[in-house]
């Protein structure tokens, strides 16, 4: 084919979408444990809340991402539920924010391909979580066998999560910032290949005192859903005793003179036990610092764990408000998915035509006329 014969790059729908502006932003959890961790609400859920107040907020259970270990079905459906229950909870108001769970929109896995058509072998190879998460599978740690090729795949899906509503930001703890990189890199690689306005390039939300709440009983390793020994998690839906005893329990940094101040390089333990105390009671880093600084650690766990425990019980009344009412539940989920589809069936249709793909002229998700279906109407294509 010569040059004059190359058909031209026009396309039968309007210009790029305008961008959303700077003010869409997104985030998940997968529905992989029984409860959310404190390390989850501290991390992304809390921030969430404020976020809402400012900005267009879609939140999602990556329902889609927790098949990448092969759940039980029963389980991860209950899962799915409690994970949604956390978040309204936690203070997600679905008048405010777009509530939704990620198999409800089917957009996510269709551009989920796509992107995975764009990610190269050993860009994906490089990720740390798929590198730890698949030498424990492969250490036999999960019943369902070793990682499968979605365990992989994985980034990719989020990728597509982030850049099918054209988010400007993703908060999220420090676990994730290698995925956000990675997505950033597929955004910037679909404007150069396909056009500028292809996908926004989001950007990472994540705050420093926050970003990576430890384990108690391990100040070095975060506080983790997959954590073996569980001594050193808070599960946000645990018994109140449980948290308490997981507090008072925390390791602390060896010091005489039992200095309180915030430096995780050198006093880890201390740290993260004020990242906490901030967090649940709302008061700055500093003021509990100089209120604990030189009298027993003993006097700080106590205390923390009891304004951990005055956090939970709400909480949990909460949650379990939501858990009891699961139609009312999955109908505010139903509504989220709805207006979650409005935002990306546009976003999705112009990322599929800019990869040049034929666009059915009855709309896509629409079970085209009789007589449309087949070339022959119906009878079946006789070859
Ligand atoms: P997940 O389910 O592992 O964790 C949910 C959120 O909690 C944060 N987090 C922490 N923050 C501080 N300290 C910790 N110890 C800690 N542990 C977890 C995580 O950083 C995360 O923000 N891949 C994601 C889910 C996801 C997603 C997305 C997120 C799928 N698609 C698109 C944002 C945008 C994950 O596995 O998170």
Same mark, same amino acid.
């Given at each position: 084919?010569?040059?004059?014969?190359?058909?031209?790059?026009?396309?039968?729908?309007?210009?790029?979408?305008e961008m959303a502006?700077?003010r869409?932003i997104?985030?998940g959890?997968?529905?992989?444990?029984d409860?959310?961790?404190?390390?989850n609400?501290?991390?992304a859920?809390?921030?969430?809340?404020e976020?809402?107040? @400012?900005?267009?907020a879609?939140?999602?259970?990556?329902?889609?991402?927790?098949?990448?270990?092969?759940?039980?079905?029963?389980?991860l459906r209950?899962?799915t539920r409690?994970?949604?229950?956390?978040?309204?909870?936690?203070?997600?108001?679905?008048?405010?924010?777009?509530?939704?769970?990620?198999?409800?929109?089917p957009?996510h896995?269709?551009l989920?391909?796509?992107?995975?058509?764009?990610?190269?072998?050993?860009?994906?190879?490089?990720?740390?979580?798929?590198?730890?998460?698949?030498?424990?599978?492969a250490?036999?740690?999960?019943?369902?066998?070793?990682?499968?090729?979605?365990?992989?795949?994985?980034?990719?899906?989020?990728?597509?999560?982030?850049l099918?509503?054209?988010s400007a930001?993703?908060?999220?703890?420090e676990?994730q910032?290698q995925?956000?990189?990675?997505?950033?890199?597929?955004?910037?690689?679909? @404007?150069a290949?396909?056009?500028?306005g292809t *996908?926004?390039v989001?950007?990472?939300?994540?705050?420093?005192?926050?970003?990576?709440?430890?384990?108690?009983? @391990?100040?070095?390793?975060?506080?983790?859903k997959?954590?073996?020994?569980g001594?050193?998690?808070?599960?946000?839906?645990?018994?109140?005793k =449980?948290?308490?005893? *997981?507090?008072k329990a925390?390791?602390?940094?060896?010091?005489p003179?039992?200095?309180?101040?915030?430096?995780?390089?050198?006093?880890?333990?201390?740290? @993260?036990l004020?990242?906490?105390?901030?967090?649940?009671?709302?008061?700055?880093?500093a003021?509990?610092? *100089?209120?604990?600084?030189?009298?027993?650690?003993?006097?700080?766990?106590v205390?923390?764990?009891?304004?951990?425990?005055s956090?939970?019980?709400?909480?949990q009344?909460? =949650?379990?408000?939501?858990?009891?009412?699961?139609v009312?539940?999955?109908?505010?989920? *139903?509504?989220?998915?709805?207006?979650?589809?409005?935002i990306a069936?546009p976003?999705?249709?112009r990322?599929?035509?800019r990869?040049?793909?034929?666009?059915p002229n009855?709309g896509r998700l629409?079970?085209?006329?009789?007589?449309?279906a087949t070339?022959?109407?119906?009878?079946?294509?006789?070859?």
């Open positions: 084919m010569s040059d004059s014969e190359v058909l031209p790059v026009t396309s039968v729908l309007p210009p790029p979408i502006g700077p869409r997104l985030s959890m997968q529905p992989t444990s409860s959310l961790h404190l390390g609400y501290i991390g859920a809390r921030q969430w809340v976020l809402q107040q @400012n900005f267009e879609l939140f999602f259970v990556a329902d889609l991402h927790a098949l990448t270990v092969n759940p039980d079905p029963a389980l209950e899962r409690r994970t949604a229950a956390q978040y309204l909870a936690a203070g997600i108001d679905p008048s405010k924010s777009i509530l939704f769970v990620q198999s409800q929109v957009q896995a269709e989920g391909w796509l992107l995975q058509c764009q990610t190269g072998f050993g860009e994906a190879s490089r990720m740390t979580q798929f590198k730890d998460k698949s030498a424990r599978l250490a036999g740690e999960a019943a369902g066998g070793g990682p499968t090729v979605g365990l992989f795949a994985y980034p990719m899906l989020m990728a597509a999560d982030i099918l509503y054209d930001y993703v908060p999220v703890g676990d910032r995925h956000l990189e990675l997505t950033r890199d597929i955004a910037e690689r679909l @404007n290949r396909f056009g500028a *996908a926004v989001p950007k990472p939300y994540i705050q420093k005192e926050t970003a990576k709440i430890q384990d108690l009983q @391990n100040p070095a390793a975060k506080m983790s997959s954590s073996s020994g001594r050193g998690v808070v599960w946000l839906l645990e018994p109140p =449980a948290a308490i005893k *997981a507090i925390a390791v602390t940094d060896a010091d003179d039992y200095r309180v101040f915030y430096d995780p390089e050198t006093k880890p333990g201390i740290s @993260n004020l990242s906490i105390f901030s967090a649940v009671t709302g008061l700055p880093i003021d509990i610092a *100089a209120e604990y600084d030189g009298r027993g650690y003993g006097y700080l766990k205390d923390l764990a009891q304004a951990v425990s956090f939970l019980i709400p909480f009344e909460r =949650a379990n408000m939501y858990l009891s009412d699961p009312q539940l999955d109908a505010i989920l *139903a509504d989220g998915a709805a207006r979650a589809a409005a069936e976003v999705l249709e990322i599929y035509d990869f040049g793909l034929l666009r009855y629409n079970v085209p006329a009789p007589g449309l070339l022959d109407g119906g009878a079946g294509i006789v070859g």
